[in-house]
């Protein structure tokens, strides 16, 4: 069941510190009152994954790529995710993102912003660009989620770059993204991102860190990386929230 104080709280656009205040029960145990996400439950099931360096699969320690990015290196120079996209993690995200509970906007950006190598990415960026949704997906669900997650991301850790939210839009796909296999994901992302023509100037020469919630192959990053580089960014990075095995 949603935190309907925390969510109401979060719509209403109060500042991030007032939310822990709340009286809650963690979404994941159901202690109450706690967090959102109790630190028992963090501890429990936010495990220290070795990963790949260019596309965050987890991989045995002491290698740093994966062969598929060997093999084919992505456009992204790095990337880091915070979470395996399993239980409990992806009943939270599912609940954030279509279920409309914005309560879950802090607690989720506080497992990105106390992660190290998250922290790493975003004080080694020029800017954060979220991951945008189309138009027609923003109106249906009410809100842009990234933007959110993103906004608390940055209250939290005091990042001082820009967002740059509006910097890129997306086309809409007809295909549900999570339906697709990476191939079909390549097609279909084909010219979907392009660069507002205010926007140029935000990105030319700026090592941009794009914010994701979850990665399942990749091929949303990369085809959002390509339209960055090709406006110029110095380089691309990524964080996601999740990674999709």
């Known amino acids: 069941m949603p935190n309907l104080a925390a969510t109401w709280l979060s719509r209403l656009g109060l500042p991030a510190q007032a939310l822990p205040a709340v009286p809650s029960q963690c979404a994941v145990c159901g202690r109450w009152p706690s967090l959102r996400i109790c630190p028992d439950c963090r501890k429990r099931w936010m495990p220290q994954v070795h990963r790949c360096s260019r596309c965050a699969l987890p991989l045995p320690s002491q290698t740093l790529e994966c062969g598929a990015c060997l093999k084919r290196p992505p456009h992204l120079s790095h990337c880091v995710a915070v979470l395996d996209y399993g239980y409990p993690w992806q009943k939270l995200i599912t609940r954030y993102k279509f279920e409309g509970d914005l309560g879950l906007t802090h607690s989720l950006a506080h497992l990105i912003g106390t992660h190290e190598q998250a922290l790493h990415c975003l004080q080694g960026s020029d800017a954060l660009l979220p991951v945008p949704a189309s138009a027609a997906r923003v109106r249906e669900r009410g809100f842009d989620h990234m933007d959110l997650l993103a906004r608390s991301l940055v209250r939290q850790t005091g990042y001082s770059a820009p967002i740059l939210s509006r910097a890129v839009q997306r086309r809409h796909v007809d295909l549900p993204q999570h339906s697709a296999s990476r191939q ?35 091929a949303t990053l990369d085809a959002l990386a390509i339209c960055l580089l090709d406006a110029g960014a110095a380089s691309v990075c990524a964080l996601a929230l999740a990674r999709a095995a």
């Open 184 to 218: 079909q994901r390549l097609r279909q992302l084909r010219g979907v991102f392009s660069l507002h023509a205010d926007a140029t100037s935000q990105i030319a020469g700026k090592r941009i860190l794009l914010l994701d919630d979850v990665m399942t192959t990749g």
